[in-house]
């Protein structure tokens, strides 16, 4: 009940390209889904988050969708550029506890130029 | 944003020795850190919860013997691994969180690469 399932595993999109990366959760008591970037040989970096009273949030390039019924979000990159090219990890975890994060199994992006 | 700092940023030994890692939170104090080994290509697993002045809390499976951390400050913590071998080289990161603060206050070191020789 504590997993986070990712997927895809690795994605590769043309420069411009929208880039879609989806998670899915069991447990209901989580009620904070973040998204980290990891280049490599450097630490994640939390990229952008959002609370269950919300279906979407974004910011800049980045969205994310949210669907609480479902237990489902995901993460999508607009007009994506090779810089983005990374490992991006969604995470579940209890907002205001001192909860540990749970990580996704991750997705290693790919941007074609 | 809050700055969290690993030393060294990558170190090898010998089989054997034991090798320290330091985590420092530059600019919050820090009531609770968080260890994390991460394998090539591999999402993070989280080693040990430490909350400041007390004993540290392992995720089940790993040997507290093995990694000793001591989080004396509200600013530092380490990770000791001792008598290290090959398997133990891994990417080894830490995390700190604003004490009392939210989720959205954790954030993430640079991490350490340890090869074990």
């Known amino acids: 009940q504590q997993q986070v399932k990712q997927s895809p595993q690795s994605l590769i999109v043309q420069k411009g390209g929208i880039s879609i990366i989806n998670c899915a959760y069991e447990?209901?008591?989580?009620?904070?889904f973040p998204w980290y970037q990891q280049f490599p040989g450097k630490g994640p970096a939390l990229l952008i988050a959002?609370?269950?009273?919300?279906s979407e949030k974004k910011e800049g390039r980045f969205t994310i969708s949210f669907n609480k019924s479902a237990k489902q979000f995901s993460l999508h990159i607009m007009d994506s550029q090779p810089g983005d090219s990374a490992t991006y990890f969604c995470?579940?975890?209890?907002?205001?506890?001192?909860?540990?994060?749970?990580f996704g199994s991750g997705t290693r992006l790919s941007i074609r130029p | 944003g809050a700055v969290v700092s690993q030393h060294p940023s990558w170190v090898i030994c010998k089989s054997g020795t034991s090798v320290k890692i330091e985590c420092r939170s530059l600019?919050?104090?820090?009531?609770?850190m968080f260890w994390y080994r991460q394998f090539p290509k591999q999402s993070l697993m989280l080693m040990a919860t430490?909350?400041?002045?007390?004993?540290?809390?392992?995720e089940q499976g790993v040997e507290k013997d093995k990694f000793l951390i001591n989080h004396a400050s509200l600013t530092l913590s380490t990770l000791t691994v001792t008598s290290a071998h090959p398997e133990d080289s891994s990417f080894y990161i830490c995390?700190?969180?604003?004490?009392?603060?939210?989720?959205?206050?954790?954030?993430f070191g640079p991490g350490t690469r340890l090869t074990v020789l």
């Open positions: 995390s700190a969180r604003l004490a009392g603060g939210p989720a959205d206050t954790q954030y």
């Open positions: 447990n209901t008591a989580f009620d904070y």
């Open positions: 959002i609370r269950p009273d919300v």
């Open positions: 995470a579940a975890t209890r907002y205001s506890s001192a909860s540990k994060i749970i």
């Open positions: 600019d919050f104090q820090a009531t609770t």
């Open positions: 430490s909350n400041e002045g007390s004993k540290a809390t392992y």
